[in-house]
T-cell receptor, first 114, second 108 residues
Framework: EAGVAQSPRYKIIEKRQSVAFWCNPI?????LYWYQQILGQGPKLLIQ????????DSQLPKDRFSAERLKGVDSTLKIQPAKLEDSAVYLC????????????FGPGTRLTVT | AQRVTQPEKLLSVFKGAPVELKCNYS??????LFWYVQYSRQRLQLLLR??SRESIKGFTADLNKGETSFHLKKPFAQEEDSAMYYC??????????FGKGTLLTVNP
């Protein structure tokens, strides 16, 4: 089966600019996750979708970050405006059921904010 | 609150030596523990989970609720085991909390 797809793989922007990331989960997977991984740390959950509804977004900085999952399939994560501390790898993952199922990760998008 | 601690950022062993990657957790409920691994230039992937009680690639991990630990062990390390290992806790709302990771290097 095809894995989780993400684009772009790399992005460099200046602070205060906006950026968007795209994720296509594994077909049939109901749950989609966005993680932020800052250098030297483990992935931190930003938002979790079950189909097209939000299950958890408690760690999403809602003043600048937004995410949506259209029709319960693809998802986009947006940052507007970006700050220097947003420099990180943004990982998308999906699982068949809830988060106690195995999560399958995409390759990630490395964001550098200058 | 749920927390995962991996006390070692780096761990270096020789091929054939035993290896133990430590993981301690903090959670008031009934936890679900996982080990995820990321090999060089590959995606993060599940290695094993405590509920399945399997041995994957020779690795095992036992959940010790008394010590709140879930250490990953392998009796004889191989060079291909070199990777970044993350311990993760599935807790409230089934949200997955990751530790900071341990970089394992197995020297020839």
């Amino acid at each position: 089966e095809a894995g989780v797809a993400q684009s772009p793989r790399y992005k460099i922007i200046e602070k205060r600019q906006s950026v968007a990331f795209w994720c296509n989960p594994i077909s049939g997977h109901a749950t989609l996750y966005w993680y932020q991984q800052i250098l030297g740390q483990g992935p931190k959950l930003l938002i979790q979708f079950q189909n097209n509804g939000v299950v958890d977004d408690s760690q999403l900085p809602k003043d600048r970050f937004s995410a949506e999952r259209l029709k319960g399939v693809d998802s986009t994560l947006k940052i507007q405006p970006a700050k220097l501390e947003d420099s990180a790898v943004y990982l998308c993952a999906s699982s068949f059921g809830g988060s106690r199922d195995e999560q399958y990760f995409g390759p990630g998008t490395r964001l550098t904010v200058t | 609150a749920q927390r995962v601690t991996q006390p070692e950022k780096l761990l270096s062993v020789f091929k054939g030596a035993p290896v133990e990657l430590k993981c301690n957790y903090s959670y008031s409920g009934s936890p679900e523990l996982f080990w995820y691994v990321q090999y060089s230039r590959q995606r993060l992937q599940l290695l094993l989970r405590h509920i399945s009680r399997e041995s994957i690639k020779g690795f095992t991990a036992d959940l010790n609720k008394g010590e709140t630990s879930f250490h990953l062990k392998k009796p004889f390390a191989q060079e291909e085991d070199s990777a970044m290992y993350y311990c993760a806790l599935g807790g409230s709302n089934y949200k997955l909390t990751f530790g900071k990771g341990t970089l394992l290097t197995v020297n020839p």
